[in-house]
């Protein structure tokens, strides 16, 4: 059974900051690019960041800069550290293998 479990998400104020975890279970994980997605109410969900299995990163511009993707393969893990977060990053955010494979997801809620 395949697993993705994301934490650490809550409320913070506008300039701080996060990190979001996420753990595989069920998955060769170091096989995997591993993505986070975001979805805010009323919007698409989006694709923010990305990390190969050779830790090639990728992000989208609205994120570039402030956050940073990585990825612990002995933990099964993949992080989203956020920075210098503002009220528009506001979403519930999913880590994900792709098509197939998602999380739950975990609420961002960037608000003073």
């Known amino acids: 059974q395949v697993q993705l479990v994301e934490s650490g998400g809550g409320l913070v104020q506008p300039g701080g900051s996060l990190r979001l975890s996420c753990t595989a279970s069920?998955?060769?994980?170091?096989?995997?690019?591993m993505l986070w997605y975001r979805q805010a109410p009323g919007n698409q969900r989006e694709l923010i960041a990305q990390i190969t299995r050779g830790g090639n990163t990728n992000y989208a511009d609205s994120v570039k800069g402030r956050f940073t993707i990585s990825r612990d393969n002995a933990k099964n893990t993949v992080y989203l550290q956020m920075n210098s977060l503002k009220p528009e990053d506001t979403a519930v955010y999913y880590c994900?293998?792709?098509?197939?494979?998602w999380g739950q997801g975990t609420q961002v809620t960037v608000s003073s």
């Open positions: 069920g998955i060769i994980f170091s096989s995997y690019v």
């Open positions: 994900s293998t792709g098509a197939v494979y």
